[in-house]
């Protein structure tokens, strides 16, 4: 078992347990709880002038029916903006139950708790909630055209504008020999895990504390915000997050209403009270993502090299603002991938619509920006004749020109500074997968059998890791259990087996003794999240450091027990020995003894750490003054900026010519995440998130009417991919060690979703011949789109000015 | 429209996993929420309640229905088998529960017993899928986890851990 755990393909520890019914998920905690159901707005903007709670307090089993008039102290305030920017002048955030006025379909407006469930929706159903309804936005379009507004006191409903610049744009186009500009639009899709969210509030009447369960990307997070709004110190509120069915981004929002409500409830009643978010509650009152109308004017050379790209874009935020514009500044800074844009600028307006909030769903961002970037790729090659390849070689950012600045500031406040990548290589590797250069022989015979396809291409480059901080605590017991907790929260991202792995090699003690605690703030108190591809790279790396201090303080305690010098053993499989000498040896068990002087022997082999057990200096304290009890060592990881990993992928499509079915024959990826931990849950997070791409490009979009009524909010018509809408994909993988942390790691977990509907346009464009700009596409819509085309004057032409 | 609200309860025994089971509920009580809340069965997972994701597949008789979509008392006389059923410990893996292991055919395990029943219930009558086979068979059911790519690998291998069970090799 000595073998290096790191790099291997290991089968994840947590599999047997998830497999037989043993997870522990939300809703499988609390039975006998009460249970929370909520009354939400069917109106996308209205006045609420009355609430009717009468009939329902008839409903056996019904404890408890709650307005935004019983919400008392904090609970009773606007929920915080998390993420305050100097661009969002106008930040709005809702209250926990709507106070006078929703602005949403889905908002919560009453909240009953009752004995279970279904009495708890029986009491809903006999709420009478009267509403003067008010004009509705819906759509960047009408948003941004400033009739109506979301808020009163907000103009134009925009939320947030930024302009950001990097050199003379003006003069960089004015000067290109070619100009090209593009309308690009992009629809909404969501997160949309199979569990959907859920809290569990335990009060504890007797000595005032509460412990909340909630399925939650930030456990750490919760907690303030909880404590926070309820008015308790934070040392009576403990939060866990148990097995998490999935986040992808919509649960690292915090704190949802419910969040408060149902502790706050819990509190008020003395009782447990529990809360699981049913689909439709998910689809109209979680969050969702992507929207944007994008306009891109780019100046390029005779070769296709850029000279200046001018970008403006206007993002649909929905109905508030929590979680800030983090969206809109990633897309973009992220925007610019693996290219020199030359001079660049990049405006944008972030706009409220009468919609579901907007937060970040995996790819944050990314996948806009990346659309819109390749987009113009394709747009200039086709223009100059060229490769899109080749047009997107060259506009590479060289290995030697690493680390590179982009001159912007990116999300989390620092410089958009490229630490590591070998883009060109990553290219070839992309182009003998898919087989590139051999495509047109392909498409040749394909046409004579009747048969239309394209490929398609893209690339990105994915900030991951961003700080502020994550940490590790190690602990060895006596038994030889090795205890790893980390603050961040796991959603399926496989963290018990990773970070036993990489604890595992660290400290030298076989995979099976290690046993990982995620998002327990009674384990860890200080933690920041699970999202922005941040798991391994930030608490991978802090439990390495914590692994190392515990490794030093092994080897100092067996060093004086075997009296020779640290430097002269090594730890491997559990067992400290001197180096060429392994029968002078200590079991790292018998240190965890020795390194907790005792008065009382608990069994007999903590008899060794007694007080009239061996030898001691009775002029030293039995715990030094720089020393503590215990083989335990915590450390943290905090980076100076984000690592910046990088793929590229390549899809070749089939186009019905008759029906315009759209098939995918091939989807290849190479990716780069520097070092990686477990090939296998590297490869997996590949696919999902390949998949999750697959989905909004071709299938996924929330289709709202004019009056703000989500029409497809049920899987039965939001079309979730299913086995067979996916394609098989092909992986490679380059390994480019990031600089800027102890283990090399940049982060995996977003970065299959960002280029796909990029690649699978550039692809529908190559296999139609005309330009694609609306994504997603159904078939009926490219058989519209081959209609306009065919009749020519439809699509307006792009071309130099 | 306002007269008191109450429930009337009833006994319902079920088979399940073998073992009869009664607990009293309303007649409206899901089969699936029976299974989670009054029996204690959280195996099975609620996704959707609108029959479309497939998380709450359980067997009846042996074949794979959506636990949502039924009412706790149509299910009485029938033997239902849950992702317990199929095999609740950890140590002692069934042939599809060992495949998604080695295949790394689940991340967040939400969806998972879903797809353990069916394909479970599916290589029973289909002992040798080719895997555009094992592909359809996994068809109805949802993950926003795996991409499905070592799902459909999962169902292959667990065909080959039953033929190497069924050979004699044990373990």
């Known amino acids: 078992m000595s073998t290096r755990q790191v790099g291997e393909k290991v089968q994840r520890v947590e599999d047997p347990r998830l497999l037989t019914g043993n997870g522990r998920y939300l809703d499988d905690l609390g039975q006998g709880a009460l249970q929370a159901a909520f009354v939400r707005s069917p109106h996308a903007h209205a006045r609420i002038t009355d609430i009717d709670v009468t009939d329902a307090l008839d409903v056996d089993g019904v404890e408890g029916i709650y307005t935004y008039e019983d919400l008392d102290g904090r ?58 309804p008010l004009p509705v936005v819906v759509g960047v379009e009408q948003a941004r055209s400033g009739g109506h507004r979301v808020h009163d006191d907000v103009p134009d409903n925009v939320a947030a504008h930024l302009v950001q610049e990097v050199g003379d744009v003006e003069a960089a186009l004015a000067a290109a020999p070619n100009t090209l500009t593009l309308e690009l639009d992009i629809e909404r899709s969501a997160s949309m895990p199979l569990e959907g969210k859920g809290v569990y509030a335990r009060w504890d009447t007797d000595d005032g504390s509460l ?60 009782r447990d009270v529990k809360w699981t978010e049913d689909r439709r509650e998910h689809f109209v009152s979680s969050s969702h993502e992507r929207g944007q109308l994008q306009q891109v004017t780019v100046g390029f050379d005779d070769d296709g090299r850029l000279l200046g790209l001018d970008v403006r874009f206007w993002h649909d935020n929905g109905a508030y603002t929590p979680y800030g514009v983090i969206v809109p500044i990633i897309t973009a800074t992220q925007l610019l991938g693996p290219y020199k844009p030359g001079a660049y600028r990049v405006e944008w307006w972030s706009l409220y619509t009468n919609t579901v909030l907007v937060t970040p769903y995996r790819g944050a961002g990314r996948p806009q920006g990346c659309y819109a970037m390749e987009r113009t790729m394709d747009a200039i090659a086709a223009h100059l004749g060229l490769d899109r390849a080749e047009v997107r070689s060259r506009n590479f950012i060289q290995p030697e020109e690493m680390p590179y600045d982009q001159g912007l500031m990116f999300q989390d406040g620092r410089p958009l500074r490229y ?80 970070f036993a792995q990489i604890v595992a090699d660290e400290l030298g003690v076989p995979m099976a003794d290690v046993h990982v605690t995620t998002g327990d703030t009674r384990r860890m108190a200080y933690a920041v999240g699970t999202f922005a591809s941040r798991g391994a790279v930030m608490s991978g790396n802090a439990v390495a450091l914590a692994a190392r201090v515990v490794r030093a303080k092994a080897l100092r305690i067996a060093a004086d027990a075997l009296e020779v010098s640290p430097d002269d053993l090594d730890i491997a499989d559990g067992v400290i020995a001197v180096k060429g000498a392994p029968g002078t040896s200590i079991d790292l068990k018998t240190v965890a003894v020795l390194s907790n002087p005792l008065r009382y022997a608990f069994d007999t082999s903590a008899q060794a750490a007694t007080q009239f057990a061996g030898t001691f200096d009775p002029e030293k304290p039995p715990v030094a003054d720089d020393d503590e009890p215990g083989l335990e060592g915590q450390d943290f990881y905090s980076p100076t900026q984000a690592t910046f990993a990088n793929g590229m992928h390549a899809a070749v499509v089939e186009t019905d010519p008759v029906t315009a079915e759209i098939r995918i024959l091939r989807y290849c990826v190479v990716h780069d995440c520097g ?57 490679d993988h380059l390994e480019t060690p990031s600089p800027l942390n102890p283990l090399g790691i940049k982060g995996a977990g977003e970065a299959g979703t960002i280029p796909v509907t990029a690649v699978i346009a550039s692809a529908l464009e190559d296999a139609e011949g005309f330009p694609i700009r609306s994504m997603p596409i159904s078939p009926s819509e490219l058989w519209e789109l081959r209609l306009a085309h065919a009749s020519d004057t439809a699509a307006p032409q792009e071309g130099s000015p | 429209m306002s007269e008191p609200v109450t429930e009337q309860l009833i006994e319902i025994t079920l088979r399940v996993n073998g073992v009869p089971r009664t607990a009293a509920a309303p007649a409206r009580r899901l089969l699936s929420d029976f299974l989670r809340h009054d ?69 967040c395990g939400f969806c998972t017993p879903g797809f353990v029943t069916t394909i479970t219930a599916y290589l029973d009558e289909h002992p040798d899928p080719t895997p555009e086979q094992a592909r359809e068979a996994v068809s109805g059911n949802l993950c926003r986890c795996t991409g499905y790519q070592n799902i459909v690998r999962s169902v292959l291998r667990a065909a080959e851990i039953r033929r190497e069970r069924a050979g004699g090799d044990d373990r």
């Open chain 1, 419 to 498: 630490d590591s990548g070998d883009f060109p290589a990553s290219l070839a590797k992309l182009k003998a997968l898919v087989g590139w250069d051999d495509f047109a022989a392909y498409r040749a015979l394909a046409e004579r059998e009747g048969r239309r396809v394209g490929i398609g291409i893209g690339c990105y480059v994915e900030g991951t890791g961003v700080g502020p901080y994550e940490g590790g605590v190690v602990q060895v017991e006596t038994s030889g259990r090795v205890n790893v907790a980390t603050g961040l929260t796991t959603q399926g991202q496989s963290h018990q087996t990773a």
């Open chain 2, 39 to 107: 029996l204690g069965l959280t195996g099975t997972h609620v996704g959707c309640e609108h029959g479309v994701c497939g998380a709450c597949t359980v067997l009846l008789d042996g074949d794979p229905v959506r636990s949502c979509l039924l009412f706790a008392v149509t299910a009485r006389g029938h033997e239902i088998t849950t992702i317990e059923g199929i095999g609740d410990d950890p140590a002692a893996l069934s042939p599809v529960q060992q495949a998604f292991v080695e295949c790394h055919g689940l991340q």
């Open chain 1, 211 to 270: 412990r909340l369960y909630s399925s939650t990307q930030t456990s750490t997070g919760v907690r303030a915000a909880v404590a926070a709004k309820l008015g308790m110190p934070l040392a009576k509120v403990e939060v866990v997050t148990p097995d998490v069915g999935g986040g992808f981004g919509v649960k690292i929002v915090h704190p949802w209403p419910e969040e408060v409500l149902v502790p706050w409830a819990a509190r008020r009643l003395g």
């Open chain 1, 75 to 132: 609970t009773g305030e606007t929920l915080p903006v998390l993420i305050p920017h100097p661009s969002l002048t106008h930040p709005r955030t809702g209250h926990c139950l709507a106070r006078d006025v929703v602005k949403h379909v889905g908002e919560a407006v009453v909240m009953v708790v009752a004995r279970d469930r279904y009495l708890a929706e029986d009491a809903c159903a006999r709420i009478r909630v009267s509403y003067e």
């Open chain 1, 675 to 731: 070092t990686m931990v477990n090939p296998m849950v590297v490869e997996g997070q590949v696919h999902g998130g390949v998949a999750q791409g697959v989905g909004g490009a071709l299938y996924e979009r929330m289709v709202y009417d004019e009056s703000g009524q989500l029409l497809n909010a049920s899987f039965m018509d939001f079309l979730m991919p299913y086995a067979t809408e996916v394609p098989h994909i092909e992986t």
